[in-house]
Structures are given as structure tokens and as C-alpha cells.
């Protein structure tokens, strides 16, 4: 496995910032119905993470990157706590809450509602990794990948097919999990990885017409998909059938941009500083602004995706600078 270490990709680093941008959509307001779009940003974060994850020191690799994320995450549920309790105490804004019900749920479906919401992503990746770790300790990818197909066709039977074949009541919360997510996405970018060679030298894989054409065609039916599911009476808007070859497409089509740009870099590097960031501290200005709504004129409230975003970039800025000065001390 040595010699498929893989090497940074200028193109899916800069990818990271669009999915960056892509959660932002996902989390504020917007006057068009971009959602089933936008919702190919957190397969892409786990595809890039399983393809760089795959290939070298794997075993290594993972420890790595689960010690660095669960350090983040702990960190980030600190701050998530301390920060809902002060909107608590100032604005009578909901604050954190803590029941044997949700600390099971955090722990084994990943849910953090308690906290924060957003911080699933990285919970369900901690969970992923030590999955990982097992799975190449004992030599099971190929078992795993196999998996992967059928825990697809279970995540959309039991998701937002339910209605029409189960008709059973799940929240999307009960399906958006480390397994159906994490695993899932995690394990399709070691697979991309381990066949690199066979994607750059397929004519069609290879090629970003093609990629930039089925990106349209899954983009199309899975605005679809959404319109039939919400004629229906029935919304489920976290994964569609077509999320899936959306996100691969469209993480194909980002791996083959090559280009000596120094736009390219300079966005690749930006993704790789301030990406994570983004997603994470880009719910300080949406509780801050639900809990402030009715207290600030509207215009001055942080709900347009741009405007969160640009917030949250100039804010990861900030923490960066004062972070690298701190460590420039020590």
C-alpha cells in the first residue's frame, strides 16, 4: 500500500472551501431551493478525507487524524456549551440540554442537538475512524466496500423513500449517522483512491466535460426527487438517490482540474486554513442570530449565506492569527 501514498490535490483542496460555502447554504435562508445541491458539501468532506486517509500509513494516518478530531470536537462542544448558555442567560435563547435519551443518542447515532447540531459531522467521523482503524487492522476493506451498496439502499429505503415503501415515521436525524454518512462516503473515497489509476486513465472519468455534465444531471433530478417527495406531502431533504453520484461526479471533477494557477493555490490553501473553521464556527452568527432576532433590525441579521460566510472567513482569520501568535510564544 506504500505506493499509493497520495499526494495533496490543489483542485479537491480548493473543493473545500465551495463545500464550506455549501453548509453556510445549507444552514441559512435563501430565497431559492438550492438544498438538494448543497447537500452533496458534507459526502465530499468525507470522500476527501477516506481518499487522503487510504494509501501509506494508513494505521498511522488514522490515529493521527482521530486524535486531531476528537481534541477539535471536544473543544468545539466546550465552546458550543458555554456559548448557548451565555445566548441562554442574555437573550432567553434555548440553551444546551443534557438527558440520558441524547447522551445516547450522541454516542451511538451521533445526534448532537444537545450541543450543536452541526457537530455530528465530526462526531460520526471520530466513529468512522475507529471503524477504519479495525477494518484495516484486519484486512476487511474489500468486505467494507462491498457493504457500502446495500447500506446505500437501506439509507434511502429507510430515508426518503420511506413514505412510499415503509411508511414508517423516522426523522432524518435517525438516519443521518456515522454509518449511512460517515462510513458510507468515507469508504467510496478509499475506493476512488485505490483505483486512481483506473479513473485517470478512463476516457470519461478523466474527462471534465463529461464530470461537468452529469454534475448537471444529478443536480437536475436531485431538485427532482425533491419536488415529487414535497408533491407527495413528504419532505426529506437530507440525502437523495441522486446525492450520491452528484457528490462523486462532482468530487471527480475538482481531482481533475490541473492547473498551474496561482489562483488555484492561493484558494487551495485558503480551503485547507479556514475550511474546517467555516464549518464549524459558522453557527455562532445563526444562534446569535436567532436569539437576537427581535433585538437588532433585520437588516443587520447574518440569515444570507454570503454574509454568514464572509463573516465566518474574516472571523477563522482572526482565530488563526491570534492561534499562530499563541504558538509562536510557547
Known amino acids: ?63 493521527k487524524s482521530l486524535k486531531k478530531t476528537a481534541v477539535i470536537f471536544l473543544y468545539s462542544s466546550l465552546f458550543f456549551i458555554l456559548y448557548r448558555f451565555a445566548l441562554q442567560y442574555f437573550f432567553h ?18 445526534r448532537t442537538e444537545m450541543i450543536a447540531f452541526h457537530l455530528w459531522y465530526l462526531l ?64 467510496i473515497g478509499t475506493l476512488m483512491r485505490k483505483n486512481i489509476d483506473k479513473i485517470d486513465n478512463s476516457r470519461l472519468l478523466s474527462n471534465n466535460v463529461f464530470n461537468a455534465f452529469m454534475i448537471a444531471v444529478f443536480a437536475a433530478t436531485s431538485i427532482i426527487e425533491l419536488r415529487l417527495i414535497r408533491y407527495d406531502g413528504y419532505i426529506f431533504k437530507d440525502i437523495f438517490a ?16 490541473k492547473s498551474n494557477s496561482k489562483w488555484l493555490a492561493i484558494t487551495a490553501r485558503l480551503a485547507k486554513e479556514h475550511s474546517l473553521n467555516i464549518y464549524i464556527m459558522h453557527l455562532i452568527f445563526i444562534l446569535g442570530a436567532d436569539a437576537t432576532h427581535d433585538k437588532i433590525p433585520e437588516f443587520c441579521c447574518f440569515y444570507t449565506p454570503v454574509v454568514t460566510f464572509t463573516a465566518t472567513f474574516i472571523l477563522s482569520i482572526i482565530f488563526n492569527k491570534i492561534k499562530s501568535t499563541l504558538t509562536a510564544k510557547q
Open 124 to 187: 460520526a467521523f471520530i466513529q468512522t475512524l475507529i471503524f477504519a482503524y479495525f477494518v484495516n487492522k484486519f484486512n476487511l476493506w474489500k468486505p467494507t466496500w462491498i457493504a457500502v451498496p446495500f447500506i446505500i439502499i437501506a439509507t434511502l429505503v429507510l430515508g426518503c423513500y420511506n413514505h412510499y415503501l415503509l411508511d414508517i415515521n423516522l426523522s432524518f436525524g435517525e438516519t443521518r449517522n456515522w454509518i449511512t454518512f460517515g462510513l458510507v462516503f468515507v469508504f
Open 242 to 257: 441522486s446525492t450520491y453520484p452528484l457528490a462523486i461526479f462532482t468530487f471527480l471533477f475538482f481531482k481533475n482540474i
Open 1 to 63: 500500500m506504500g505506493k499509493n501514498q497520495p499526494t495533496r490535490n490543489l483542485g479537491l483542496d480548493a473543493m473545500r472551501l465551495l463545500c464550506a460555502f455549501f453548509v453556510v447554504c445549507i444552514h441559512t435562508s435563501t430565497p431559492w431551493d438550492t438544498e438538494p445541491i448543497t447537500r452533496l458539501a458534507v459526502p465530499c468532506f468525507f470522500m476527501l478525507s477516506g481518499f487522503y486517509l487510504y494509501g501509506g500509513d494508513v494505521q498511522g494516518k488514522i490515529v
Open 93 to 110: 435563547a434555548p440553551g444546551p440540554f443534557f438527558t440520558p435519551k441524547w447522551a445516547a443518542f450522541m454516542l451511538f447515532a451521533g
